[in-house]
């Protein structure tokens, strides 16, 4: 599957990496969920990540599974080759929320995405955000995931379980420097 330029799908609902982002994102990845096995295939407009684990035993290599950075949950969601028939199929932009990029297209006035941008939550789901309300100007993917997992860092090194208050500490910036 060595795509080696990128595509996009649905005027970027769905953006499929060529080999450059492909090492890029698959290396924030790794950093991510400490391991240097992820290949990450593609994304969407949500800001959700498709990839492979390469050496999980008991796991098939083709297996994709989707990383959704505002709630932080991870999945498996379907094979490789299932993926690439929903793209040849042209069917991809619904699996990914199509519908919801369209209404998120006119109600912002873009007229579609750009490679490695998404349209987040306004504010992380994990955090209190709503998936109803999000970013009126696109963002880079890879800002986006970054962004979440220091947040994410943080709320784990503040020890806040589910259900906790945000303490304000965690938007205090000289406290992490």
């Given at each position: 599957m060595?795509?080696?330029?990128?595509?996009?799908?649905?005027r970027?609902?769905?953006?499929?990496?060529?080999?450059?982002?492909?090492?890029?994102?698959?290396?924030?990845?790794?950093?991510?969920?400490?391991?240097?096995?992820?290949?990450?295939?593609?994304?969407?407009?949500?800001?959700?990540?498709?990839?492979?684990?390469?050496?999980?035993?008991?796991?098939?290599?083709?297996?994709?599974?989707?990383?959704?950075?505002?709630?932080?949950?991870?999945?498996?969601?379907?094979?490789?080759?299932?993926?690439?028939?929903?793209?040849?199929?042209?069917?991809?932009?619904?699996?990914?929320?199509?519908?919801?990029?369209?209404?998120?297209?006119?109600?912002?006035?873009?007229t579609?995405?750009?490679?490695?941008?998404?349209?987040?939550?306004?504010?992380?789901?994990?955090?209190?955000?709503?998936?109803?309300?999000?970013?009126?100007?696109?963002?880079?993917v890879?800002?986006?995931?970054?962004?979440a997992?220091?947040?994410?860092?943080?709320?784990?090194?503040?020890?806040?379980?589910?259900?906790?208050?945000?303490?304000?500490?965690?938007?205090?910036?000289?406290?992490?420097?």
């Amino acid at each position: 599957m060595g795509n080696q330029q990128d595509e996009v799908y649905g005027r970027g609902a769905f953006q499929l990496y060529g080999s450059e982002l492909q090492v890029k994102i698959s290396d924030l990845l790794a950093d991510v969920f400490g391991r240097d096995d992820i290949t990450c295939w593609a994304g969407d407009w949500r800001g959700i990540l498709y990839f492979t684990l390469d050496d999980e035993e008991g796991v098939d290599p083709q297996q994709i599974f989707g990383f959704d950075p505002s709630t932080g949950d991870s999945g498996e969601l379907a094979t490789l080759p299932e993926l690439m028939a929903a793209i040849d199929r042209g069917d991809i932009t619904d699996a990914v929320d199509g519908a919801g990029f369209a209404r998120w297209l006119a109600d912002t006035g873009n007229t579609g995405l750009e490679v490695a941008t998404c349209a987040p939550t306004v504010e992380l789901e994990f955090i209190g955000g709503s998936p109803d309300e999000r970013v009126t100007e696109p963002r880079d993917v890879v800002t986006h995931v970054a962004l979440a997992a220091v947040i994410m860092g943080r709320l784990q090194a503040l020890d806040v379980q589910p259900g906790d208050p945000i303490p304000d500490e965690l938007f205090d910036q000289s406290r992490w420097e």
